[in-house]
């Protein structure tokens, strides 16, 4: 678990790139405390060497001064605000790039152990939470604690006894302080557990919410959510609570002490001379100078235990190892190879058996078989979201282990059986992959796969507007847009997962054409729900029980019996 210390540091190294602005607002300090120490001083010559002795002159200097100290405290505060907030902004927006970055590159097997909303709430709600007070907090508790220490040397330069009356004072309010901080943690990390549930739970009721609604689950998701919001609530009202306290009690002792300070000036307790009505006065402004600064101390203290929480919850993220991405070679051939493959999610209960195949440049495969034999699973292998634990895959003949993960990505394109469309126009969904596609190549490769037909007759065309999800299409529209981008972005080894499980009769046929010109252009492989759809590729594997019991072509394996056939003559009976 990183400590305070590693969290900071953390922040630190982040924040270096913009170190200018932090460092000149540092800079800054003194200035902007002796601007602060400077006022309650020239009050107390105002009053006992103008006002008391009569000197008018001299009164009028001593308000020029306080004129230019006035000046000064409105232009040397906000300017180091200003800087210091300018460099939190764009270290922020690097700590959220990292996030993100982080997020992106994890493999599959992280975020299935995750809500999707724990990732959502660690790159904003957290990040934010850092800004509050991490980017300006630390520096302007660094500031506060400049100004105490001014002031107290300015209390101890006019009367020692008087300073050491305010010293004893400090370490009781640290203490404290100190009290409240370990208190106010706990409940800070409390709250951004929570907010991250919350943020789970909302991403669940809006992502799943046909399911939510088709088995009227609108009541139970509401009350989930409001019992974690109820929790929330009253864990931010007791962080509230010790705030409001700690504030409180800063309060309370800074009127106490003048009260003390008054009373042993009155009785000429512990002062063995006369104590001037200006000295006084300077003290008085300077005690007030102190006990604000401690004020804020105690709520930025506060905030910080926040931050603390949150970066916590940040290094978590950041903590988590990134599948291992060492290769550096890169494929010159489309041939693939599957040899002696096995693999189980969990240790103990294997999914894969000993599975070997291969598929040649341009030609076609197809994985059959029951639900839970294992067809998705070397599709998941393939594309690297787990990395095989027995055996080897291999493209041109190199280990997938050896392929940098973004060679491998620009080399095996996936087409899912649910496709994602996202807010754009059509032709953007299509280019999405290749930006640089001209509108000439995306029609080209539409006419190829039949998706021209009906993209011609959509009121704008390749131009019109999509909605997210693609809900203003149907699954065999959708589904052609998911070829057609899979073709743009140059992959030479396209992965079908059940793309035609959810589609009519017609719409399948017009897949079907699709794919058999795809066929003819990529090495292709299809997990196929429809045993029709897989009659004209080159080899078909039967798989069952993670293990291969069969294989040849569509003609052979009629021929030969088993569980092909078995489920070949099922599904025209069904049909």
Known sequence: MATDRQLVAFFIREARRHKWGYLIAFMLMP??????????????????????AGNARYLAGIAMALLVI????????????????????????????????????????DFEQRPLGVFISRATSDVEAIGESLSTGLLSILSDMVTIIAVLIAVFSMNSRLGIVTLCIVPVIAVIIDIFRRRVRGFHGRLRTLNGRLAAKLDEIVTMRNEVLNFDLVGPSVRDFGNMNHAYRQTAIRAVSYDATIYSIVEALSHMTVGVVLLMVARN???????????????LLLLQQLFLPFRELAQRF???????????????????????DAGTKHPHSNHLAVSKVGFAYEPGNPVLRDVSFEVPACGSLALVGPTGSGKTTVVRLLT????????????????????????????????PQDPMIFRA????????????????????????????????????????????????????????ISLARALVSGAQILLFDESTASIDTQTELMIQRALDFVMTQRTTIIIAHRLSTIRHVDHILVLSDGRIVQQGTHSQLLTSGGLYRDMYHLQRTDY
């Not at 200003?82 to 997020?103: D, M, N, P, W, Y």
């Open 384 to 415: 690297r979201l787990y990395d095989v634990e027995e055996g080897s895959i291999s493209i041109g003949g190199l280990d997938l282990r050896d392929i940098p993960r973004d060679a491998l990505r620009g080399t095996i394109a996936l087409v």
């Open 302 to 324: 506060t905030t910080i235990q926040s931050t603390f929480a949150a970066l916590k919850k940040i290094d978590d993220i950041l903590a988590i190892p990134l599948p291992p």
């Open 70 to 109: 006035m000046i000064l405290q409105a232009v040397l505060i906000p300017l180091q605000q200003i800087l210091v907030q300018s460099a939190g902004i764009r270290t922020l927006r690097e700590i959220r790039a990292k996030i993100v970055t982080q997020i992106a590159h994890l493999g599959r097997r």
């Open 269 to 283: 307790w512990f002062f063995s001379q006369t104590v001037s009505v200006g000295s006084l006065a300077m003290y």
């Open 425 to 480: 126009t059509l032709a953007e969904n299509i280019g999405i992959a290749n930006p640089s596609i001209s509108r000439d190549a995306i029609e080209d490769i539409c006419r190829k796969i039949t998706a021209h037909e009906f993209i011609s007759r959509l009121p704008a065309g390749y131009e019109t507007p999509l909605e997210s999800g693609g809900t203003n299409l149907s699954m065999g529209q959708r589904q052609l």
């Open 31 to 52: 200035a902007c405390s002796a601007v602060v120490v400077g006022g309650p001083k020239l009050f107390q010559l105002a009053i006992d060497n103008g006002i008391l």
